[in-house]
């Protein structure tokens, strides 16, 4: 703990007496509360100005591997970090497992928990949100629990599928729909919505982050080492995630 300490203040002491660096980062959408924070704190500690772009993991891999102008991705599936390895589109040898993370059921915040058992007959006509099922890990892992659990087929007709998972949470949040299949990090950060209960870690593939610096890119590798830091750890634990060391 104390090693990756002084490596951070390290980096943070290299940046500060360098040019300061523009450093574009593509992140799974369900980082975004950890990682404002995170990049805020990088900033003002080093001068370097970071601008996060927040999408489904599918859609910043693609545009990655079409040459968008990335330094740093960070997906929320092992799945589209090898895609846009297999590419070429990242650096292999800065590719790191960050973080873990929790699939959860939401409902908006003063509700009763309800038992996933239970889930269709609570939800009769109404909707699930759900991010994209096919595409988005969140979607992909929420297909894989209920499916598992055999409440896919009861419940299939009736989800609402959303371009990324905040805006699944959203949409509960919102009271839009009832119910909702998130991460536990986005609960966490959202306080108009309750986790009524915990999908089973064997229900769904592992949820690992990995993050890597784009191929090409001649910055950011400072940043990337940051995120492993003790500092970034502290904030990433706080907003619900499971840090990989």
């Given amino acids: 703990m104390m090693q990756r300490g002084i490596l951070a203040c390290a980096f943070i002491a290299a940046c500060g007496a360098a040019q300061a660096e523009d450093v574009t980062v ?5 980082l975004r509360t950890a990682l404002d924070q995170i990049a805020a704190d990088w900033s003002e500690q080093t001068g370097d100005n970071v601008t ?3 999408a489904g993991s599918a859609q910043l891999a693609k545009q990655i591997m079409q040459g968008a102008p ?6 929320a599936s092992t799945a589209w970090m090898d895609e846009a390895e297999s590419s070429n589109a990242i650096a292999p040898q800065s590719r790191r497992n960050l973080l873990g993370n929790a699939l959860v059921l939401i409902a908006a ?3 009763q928990p ?6 269709p007959a609570a939800l009769g006509d109404e909707h699930l949100a759900m991010a994209l099922v096919k595409a988005v890990p969140a979607g992909i892992y929420g297909r894989q629990a209920l499916s598992h659990l055999g409440l896919w087929d009861a419940v299939s007709d009736h989800v609402a599928q959303a371009d990324d998972v905040r805006g699944a949470l ?3 949040a919102m009271r839009e729909v009832p119910f909702g299949v998130v991460y536990a990090s986005d609960a966490a950060a959202e306080p108009r919505v309750q986790i009524t209960a915990r999908f089973p870690a064997e229900s769904h593939d592992a ?5 890597a610096q784009v191929e090409g890119s001649m910055v950011g590798g400072a940043f ?3 995120l492993s830091s003790d500092n970034a750890a502290a904030v990433f634990r706080q907003q619900g995630f499971e840090v990989l060391r």
Avoid: M
Avoid at 26 to 30: I, K, Q, Y
Avoid at 207 to 211: D, E, L, Q, R, S
């Fill in 207 to 211: 949820i690992v982050y990995p993050a």
């Fill in 52 to 54: 996060l772009s927040y």
């Fill in 170 to 172: 959203a949409l509960v």
């Fill in 70 to 75: 990335a330094d740093i991705f960070i997906s």
């Fill in 26 to 30: 593509f992140a799974a959408a369900s």
């Fill in 224 to 226: 990337l080492e940051y």
């Fill in 109 to 111: 915040a003063g509700g």
């Fill in 114 to 119: 309800v038992a996933l058992s239970d889930l």
